[in-house]
């Protein structure tokens, strides 16, 4: 079992509407929760950090169940930039800061 | 915000032949550095991490050999791939990561693209 899953997609979604990704790790030692977004021949780039109460940044929810093991990535009102990878990323306690990454999921928003 | 530059952005080289990759931090500290590669459509693959100081540890299935990582400051990391084959063509990221003000958390290179020949 992978340490970080994720749906690959695509997620083809009209623009406008609501999509959310979830993502599932194994480990429950893990302790730091991020959002990544990476476009095409580019280089992965912070959405967002995922904190136990849920945050809100913008049209971008994200929230983590400790529970389950897993997190979420809600966009709202989406745009056509929005397009890219999304990777789910957790770090692990005591892994030398070590981050342990999904393999994405490929969103792609059509006018 | 924190800056890493890696160096070069593209390179084109010979099978049999080595290419350095440079990745500096501009403004913070990096005290620990991550070096990647991504193959097309795959998720980044975690190759080594490297402590400023000290050797790099290297993730299962990665030749320590071949993939030379040195990390002689706290603003300079270079992974020097030596004797390249074509399935070393891959995009290869560093990802710095810092504590203190002003930073704190992982910051990208912008990545290398390696095509060998």
């Known amino acids: 079992r992978k340490e970080v899953e994720q749906d690959p997609g695509p997620f083809n979604v009209p623009e406008g509407a609501t999509v959310a990704f979830n993502c599932t790790y194994s480990?429950?030692?893990?302790?730091?929760f991020f959002w990544y977004r990476q476009d095409c021949r580019k280089e992965p780039k912070l959405l967002m950090s995922v904190y136990s109460s849920g945050n809100e940044d913008g049209r971008f929810t994200a929230q983590l169940n400790r529970a389950s093991q897993y997190i979420s990535l809600l966009i709202r009102d989406s745009k056509l930039s929005d397009s890219a990878t999304y990777l789910c990323?957790?770090?692990?306690?005591?892994?030398?800061?070590?981050?342990?990454w999904g393999a994405g999921t490929k969103l792609i928003i059509k006018p | 915000g924190a800056v890493v530059s890696q160096h070069p952005s593209r390179v084109i080289c010979k099978s049999g032949t080595s290419v350095k990759i440079e990745c500096r931090s501009l403004?913070?500290?990096?005290?620990?550095m991550f070096w990647y590669r991504q193959f097309p459509k795959k998720s980044l693959m975690l190759m080594a991490t490297?402590?400023?100081?000290?050797?790099?540890?290297?993730e299962q299935g990665v030749e320590k050999d071949k993939f030379l990582i040195n990390h002689a400051s706290l603003t300079l990391s270079t992974l020097t791939v030596t004797s390249a084959h074509p399935e070393d063509s891959s995009f290869y990221i560093c990802?710095?990561?810092?504590?203190?003000?002003?930073?704190?958390?992982?910051?990208f290179g912008s990545g290398t693209r390696l095509t060998v020949v």
């Open positions: 480990n429950s030692a893990s302790q730091s």
């Open positions: 490297s402590n400023e100081g000290s050797k790099a540890t290297y």
């Open positions: 403004d913070f500290q990096a005290t620990t």
């Open positions: 990323v957790v770090n692990v306690l005591h892994s030398n800061y070590q981050l342990i």
């Open positions: 990802s710095a990561f810092g504590t203190g003000e002003p930073l704190y958390g992982y910051t």
